[in-house]
């Protein structure tokens, strides 16, 4: 069994400091990791993957996440927040085998000008 | 490339009803999943077809079926609504289902049962 666990369900920050939203996941497999954002009233678009290549992944708009297997860590992060990055932000693991995918309950980013 | 399209974008019904909601996949993707999100329970995952065939399924009551066509589009049914089954449901295809695959969302349809 797997599962995802998005420690936050809220982050705040100021426009032009940094981004940390956290995830943490168990699964029995060697598992993907994505994660994916919404915004208001649109679909999931996915900002990286860890697919067991490089630890260190980085994704679309400056956003990079680290898989950590001894922490079962797979943390987002950002240098510098941007208004535009406002929505919603789901971690996703998804372990071998057949593809049932597990969605954390997501963490809602604010950023204040 | 086009991308994920779902039709209609929105829908009321009342409760008993059924409803029929359409997702045209990404041209060349075979695997078509389905979620149902409510700010109650998150995001969670219904079905997957892969070339027609359900590959997976997700906890919910037989009221909840699929069907995938030989064009790989696909088709969610939901008999005998409930006012739970509110919700925004979304569409997602890639072209294996590979856990390794990128799943690509649709904008969704959004479903309110009164």
């Known amino acids: 069994a797997q599962s995802v666990t998005q420690l936050d369900s809220h982050v705040s920050v100021s426009e032009g400091t940094p981004v940390l939203l956290r995830c943490n996941y168990s699964?029995?497999?060697?598992?993907?990791l994505f994660w994916y954002v919404q915004h208001p009233n649109k679909g999931l678009q996915l900002l990286l993957k860890?697919?067991?290549?490089?630890?260190l992944v980085k994704g679309i708009n400056g956003f990079e996440a680290e898989f950590k297997k001894s922490e079962t860590s797979f943390h987002l992060t950002k240098p510098s927040a941007h208004m535009s990055d406002a929505a919603e932000y789901f971690c996703v693991v998804s372990p071998g085998g057949s593809y049932i995918p597990t969605f954390g309950r997501g963490t809602s980013l604010i950023v204040h000008p | 490339k086009a991308g994920v399209t779902q039709t209609p974008r929105y829908l009321i019904k009342t409760r008993g009803q059924q409803v029929t909601l359409s997702c045209s996949p990404i041209?060349?993707?075979?695997?078509v999943s389905w979620y149902q999100q409510t700010p109650g329970q998150g995001l969670q995952f219904l079905f997957e077809y892969f070339s027609e065939t359900q590959r997976n399924k997700g906890n919910f009551p037989g009221r909840f079926s699929g069907r995938q066509f030989s064009n790989s589009r696909s088709e969610m049914n939901v008999s005998t609504l409930e006012l739970g089954d509110s919700a925004l449901y979304l569409c997602?295809?890639?072209?294996?289902?590979?856990?390794?695959?990128?799943?690509?969302f649709g904008p969704g349809t959004r479903l309110t049962v009164l």
């Open positions: 997602a295809s890639s072209f294996d289902s590979d856990r390794t695959d990128t799943q690509y």
């Open positions: 860890y697919t067991s290549a490089a630890t």
């Open positions: 041209s060349g993707h075979r695997s």
């Open positions: 699964s029995s497999y060697s598992p993907s």
